[in-house]
């Protein structure tokens, strides 16, 4: 089924179903979670609620695959060999996406870069883009602290909540000593940081 261009409740029940059985139940209410918040931010913003749907649902698919099923893509996709020194944070969205084409059949592009950058943002990002980096964050099984900050300012401008999001993220991987992926740099460069 092409879910984009055939959208409909069962058309998603399918989707939902399959995603389902490729993950926890913990995961899967977050999915379903992240599918509420992208929806409501998609129509606050102009956003095809449909592919906001389609991408929320989608985005974690891979995120519980072994690192040889992610290195399989890498090598047969001619992506970047130097992923393979990061991790399943940066490989199931990044790398993700292609199990999520090739799997789910799901090919419109505005979805697959939406899972992309999913997890670091992007110096470029779509509408569609900022609503699933903003939904994962927001959805509301999320507790830790400022989430309700997060969410009070994706309620009134999804730029400002990109922007917190990302600031908080990158503090809480400089906190825990973690790598820093290029992109999440990129990502705080264009959209935290003050030019002087
Ligand atoms: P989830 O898949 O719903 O848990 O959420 P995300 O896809 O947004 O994030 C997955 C994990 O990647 C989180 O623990 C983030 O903190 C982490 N993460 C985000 N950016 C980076 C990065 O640049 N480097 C590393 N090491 N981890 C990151
Ligand atoms: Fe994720
Ligand atoms: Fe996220
Ligand atoms: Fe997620």
Redesign the pocket.
Known sequence: IDFVANYSEEARQELVQHVKSHMSEK?FK?VLG?EKAAMQLAKDNGVSVEKASIAALT??YA?ERSQADFFAVIDSEGLDPDLKE??N??W??VVGAYLVERELGINDTDILHAIIV???GAAEMTPLDKVI?VA??IEPGRDFPGVNKARALAKENLDAAVAYETKQ??A??IEKE????P???ETYNRWVAQKQ
């Open positions: 995961r977050h992240v985005h974690d995120k990061w991790s944070a940066i199931h969205g999913h997890t670091t980096y994962d964050y993220t990158l809480f991987l973690a790598r820093i992926y992109k999440t740099i």
